[in-house]
C-alpha cells in the first residue's frame, strides 16, 4: 500500500478496500463467482471478463451443453518449495538483463522478484518475466507418462502417440548440496542447463523411437555467442540415430499443429525473441485439478472439441501479460501473447499471430498442486535437499488453431519433479548411448 493510503483514516481506507472488492485496478468488475459454485453452459456469461479477449471470442471450442466448471479459491497459496525461496533471497539483485535480452550474473532461484518489476515503468520488464518464467520452480525437471492426440474438428484422427519422457535440470539447482558443492550445478563443471527425454511406446509402427536434447548454458547469452539445442532421435525402421537441425523447433511435430517450442506456451531460447510487458489482469484457469487423465484414465472427456477443461476446477489468478515477438523474419509467428500467473510463473494460456497479424492458434494448460492428494494420494513429494516440494505443475497442454479448426492435446497427469534416484541412472538417462539400446 503506498504512503498515503497508509496516512489515511481508517474511514478512507475501510472504504478503498470496499471499492476494491467491486472493482480491480484495471476496472474489472467483481466476479460473479465464488469458490463453491458451479458454472454450466448457460451461466459463461459471468466468466467473461476474466478471460482474455481471444478466449471468449472463439469460446465454441471450449465450453459446450453438458460442461460443469467448479469455482476453487481464489488466488490460493501455490507459493513455491522454501529452498527456492531461500536461493531467490540469497542472490536477489544479482541477476541482469544483458544486451540481446540475455541473461548475466544469475545462478539459482527467481531471477528477478516479480513483485520488484514494474510492468509499465520498466523497459526490460518483459525479458526479466520470461527468465522468471524459465528458471521458475520445477523441482529436478519432469518426469511423466504421456498421451498425444490430434483432433479435426471434434474428430480423433489416427495420428497419437504415447510414451514417457523425463526432463532433468543439470543446473541452477536450488539443494543446498549443490549449491554449497557446484553452484548450482549437477555435475562439476556442466555447459549444459537441461536434458530432456522422450520414448514412444504406442502405436506399434512408432514403438522404440527415442529422443534426446540438451539445452546449454550458453543459450542464456546473447545469439552471437548462444549455442542452439542439440537434439537426436533413433529411428527404429531404420535403425540409426539422427541429429534434428535446431531450425525444425519451429516447424510442426508430426504434421500436427504444435511445434516444440509451443510446450506450455514457450519452451524457446529467450533471446531469439524480443519481450514486452503488456499489462496484468485477473484470470480464472484451471490451476489445481479435479479430475483423472492419461495416465490415470483413458477416456475422461474434453469437450466435443477434444480441446476442452471446462470439466474441472477453474480458479481465479492475478496474471502478467508478456508479448514475445520472433528476431528472425522466417518464423512462423509475428508475435504471441503470454499469459503467466503471477505467483507462480507458470503459463495459464497464450495466443499465437501469423505473420499477417490474425490469431492462428490458441495454447492453454491445465496444472496440478503437489500438495494436494485427493487425486491418487501423494504422488510428488520432497527429496534429498527438499522438504515439500511444493510445485505446481503442467499436467497437460492443449492447442487451438482456430484457422483451420483442428487441435492438439498433450495428457500427462502422472508428472512429477522428484529426481531419478542414483548418480549411476541419471548419467545413463542423459547419456546419449542410450538412444543405441534399440540397434
Known amino acids: 500500500m503506498c504512503a498515503r493510503w497508509a496516512r489515511s483514516s481508517v474511514v478512507v481506507a475501510g472504504l478503498a478496500l470496499g471499492l476494491r472488492a467491486l472493482a480491480d485496478d484495471a476496472g474489472t468488475p467483481a466476479p460473479g463467482f465464488a469458490e463453491g459454485d458451479v458454472i454450466h453452459y448457460h451461466q459463461i456469461e459471468k466468466l467473461r471478463d476474466f478471460l482474455p479477449d481471444e478466449f471468449w471470442k472463439h469460446r465454441k471450442f471450449f465450453f459446450y451443453e453438458g460442461m460443469k466448471i467448479d469455482i476453487g479459491p481464489a488466488h490460493a497459496d501455490y507459493s513455491p518449495a522454501k529452498e527456492y525461496v ?8 544479482q541477476a541482469r538483463i544483458g544486451p540481446d535480452d540475455s541473461l548475466e550474473n544469475y545462478t539459482a532461484g527467481q531471477p528477478f522478484p516479480v513483485d520488484d518489476i514494474d510492468c509499465q515503468g520498466d523497459p526490460q520488464a518483459g525479458a526479466k518475466l520470461i527468465w522468471d518464467f524459465e528458471y521458475q520452480w520445477r523441482g529436478d525437471g519432469a518426469k511423466a507418462d504421456f498421451f498425444y492426440s490430434y483432433w479435426d474438428r471434434g474428430e480423433q484422427l489416427p495420428l497419437w502417440f504415447k510414451g514417457s519422457s523425463k526432463l532433468i535440470q543439470l543446473s541452477h539447482r536450488v539443494e543446498k548440496q549443490y549449491l554449497d558443492a557446484n553452484d548450482g550445478d549437477l555435475y562439476p563443471g556442466e555447459k549444459r542447463k537441461a536434458a530432456f527425454g522422450v520414448e514412444v511406446r504406442a502405436p506399434f509402427e512408432a514403438r522404440g ?8 548454458k550458453s543459450s542464456d547469452k546473447p545469439r552471437i555467442d548462444s549455442d542452439a539445442d542439440d537434439t537426436w ?37 529467450v533471446p531469439q525473441y524480443s519481450w514486452e510487458c503488456l499489462g496484468e489482469k485477473k484470470i480464472i484457469a484451471p490451476v489445481n485439478t479435479r479430475v483423472k487423465a492419461y495416465p490415470y484414465a483413458d477416456a475422461h ?32 509467428y509475428r508475435y504471441k501473447d503470454i499469459y503467466l500467473d503471477k505467483e507462480t510463473l507458470v503459463s495459464l494460456y497464450s495466443f499465437a499471430f501469423d505473420r499477417k497479424g490474425d490469431l492462428w492458434k490458441i495454447i492453454w494448460h491445465d496444472h496440478r498442486w503437489s500438495e494436494d492428494a485427493s487425486l491418487t494420494g501423494e504422488w510428488n513429494p520432497g527429496w534429498d535437499g527438499i522438504a515439500r516440494a511444493r510445485d505446481l505443475r503442467f499436467i497437460s497442454d492443449t492447442i487451438v488453431n482456430v484457422q483451420s479448426g483442428t487441435g492438439n492435446r498433450i495428457e500427462y497427469w502422472n508428472s512429477d519433479g522428484v529426481p531419478i534416484r542414483g548418480d549411476g541412472e541419471v548419467r545413463g538417462f542423459i547419456d546419449l548411448g542410450r538412444l543405441n539400446k534399440g540397434r
Open 209 to 216: 523411437l527415442m529422443l534426446t536434447t540438451y539445452r546449454y
Open 233 to 269: 532421435v533413433y529411428v527404429p525402421k531404420l535403425r540409426l540415430v539422427r541429429r534434428i537441425s535446431t531450425t525444425q523447433r519451429t516447424d510442426a511435430v508430426s504434421g500436427t499443429d504444435f511445434t516444440f517450442d509451443d510446450l506450455f506456451s514457450f519452451a524457446g531460447i
Open 301 to 332: 472427456y474434453f469437450g466435443p472439441y477434444g480441446l476442452s477443461y471446462a470439466d474441472d476446477r477453474w480458479e481465479l489468478r492475478d496474471a502478467v501479460i508478456v508479448r514475445m515477438t520472433p528476431k528472425d523474419p522466417s518464423h512462423p
Open 86 to 93: 531461500a536461493a531467490t533471497e540469497r542472490f536477489r539483485g
